[in-house]
């Protein structure tokens, strides 16, 4: 398993917000840094949701949260500038919840190992 991030957003523009989806997959000191440059391009992060675990000999980490701004490409780079995708299929499903996304992201790993 490679490090790396995966992101996706979805616009509600009902409520004029933002719901952010990261994947970090790196050692833990790095999932920290990458993780404080997130929420520092994006705040506030609202309803903040993470879960942790491990990927092959890195870790990762799962973070969901809403914001007002919106994500811009130069931004991405300024997070982490490794391996970034967008993964248009990470978002919360209907039922489960951030549960549910990390059953999808532990698949996703699986994958790749």
Known sequence: MERQLWWNLRVEPE?????????VINDNREIGIISSRVIEQLAPANELQEKRGKAGTLHYKLMEFFSPKRLEAWQLRKIYDG???QDFRLYERHEGGIDSLESYVLDEIRKRE
């Open 15 to 23: 409520e004029q917000r933002v719901q952010y989806f990261f994947v």
């Open 83 to 85: 391996n970034v995708r």
